[in-house]
């Protein structure tokens, strides 16, 4: 019985990133549909549940992602609106990499130490990752602030984050880097989760903060997203900083994004969102 996975991406273009790694992960064949939403993606469910018996229902299995979170969160709603009784399939949730890219930015952060207490801020932290990493964070302990250019777009990201988690973020409009330096005072974990090859912060803004402890940044196209973060740092010592660069943390978030669509094949009735990936990076990490 072949594995097949069914990639519905909100995007027009469905991600390639997501296709490669549904193969890797061990799916036998993965059809990607783009521009999937919770109106159209109820045909779609209904072809992958009331096609295989009860015990080779664990061979299909479907993966949402998509550059919009508020897209995503309603089309997972609408897929599992349409299971009932037996007639269900196994399905990861993972908008742009959200839940796999900040499982494993915190896992790595939280290892070995506790993060309780701490003041973590997320800059660019209203898109998929940064979302997702907050509510890691929060749960870790920390007290979670996130920024963003424009208020009223940050918080929005903080209210989805309080609606779908029930944890409070609190969002600070900070365009330019000079106001995201400011934002870091007092900080002592700064993850940057903005978008691809956009530098959030200098160098110099961090340096000299004496209450930093740990930097992490998920830019992986150059320039870094933190000036001064290698890629491939993985616990560096820098400034008096423990620093984690996106290539440095992001071999473990491959290797969950594996092991979650491994998973999926396990079984016919599984959910892998941000609390079960999260669980899973934790015991993976190191
Ligand atoms: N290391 C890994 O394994 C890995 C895996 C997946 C993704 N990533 C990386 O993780 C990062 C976050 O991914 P994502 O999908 O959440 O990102 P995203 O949605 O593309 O962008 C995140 C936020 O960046 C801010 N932003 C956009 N353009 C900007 C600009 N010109 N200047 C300043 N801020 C800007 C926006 O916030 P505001 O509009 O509120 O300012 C946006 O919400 C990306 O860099 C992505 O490439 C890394």
Not at 6 to 20: A, C, H, I
Not at 104 to 109: P, Q
Request: net charge neutral.
């Amino acid at each position: 019985m072949k594995k097949l996975l069914y990639q519905f991406d909100t995007d027009d273009l469905p991600s390639v990133f997501d296709n490669v790694v549904g193969f890797d992960g061990g799916a036998d064949h993965v059809s990607a549909y783009g521009g999937v939403n919770a109106a159209n993606v109820g045909g779609l469910v209904e072809g992958a549940i009331f096609t295989r018996g009860l015990k080779d229902k664990k061979n299909t299995a479907i993966f949402i992602g998509g550059g919009n979170m508020t897209e995503g969160e309603a089309v997972l709603a609408a897929v599992r609106k349409k299971f009932f009784a037996k007639f269900r399939v196994s399905v990861m949730f993972d908008c742009n990499g959200s839940n796999t890219t900040a499982s494993a930015a915190v896992a790595w952060l939280a290892h070995g130490r506790s993060l309780a207490g701490k003041r973590a801020v997320i800059l660019g932290g209203s898109g998929p990752v940064g979302q997702r990493a907050a509510v890691l964070l929060a749960r870790e302990g920390t007290v979670v602030a996130v920024t963003g250019r424009k208020r009223e777009v940050v918080q929005a990201a903080c209210d989805s984050i309080r609606t779908r988690f029930g944890t409070v973020v609190e969002a600070i409009e900070a365009p330019t880097n000079v106001e995201r330096g400011a934002a870091i005072e007092g900080a002592h974990i700064v993850l940057a989760t903005g978008a691809a090859g956009i530098t959030l912060l200098d160098e110099k803004q961090w340096r000299d903060n004496g209450t930093l402890e740990l930097i992490a940044d998920a830019n992986a196209s150059p320039p870094a997203g933190i000036e001064g973060v290698g890629q491939s740092d993985r616990g560096a010592a820098k400034h008096g900083k423990i620093i984690f660069g996106s290539l440095g943390f992001g071999a473990l978030k491959l290797a969950l994004h594996r092991a979650c669509i491994a998973r999926l094949f396990e079984q016919n009735d599984l959910l892998l969102d941000t609390e079960e990936i999260y669980a899973l990076a934790k015991t993976m990490v190191a």
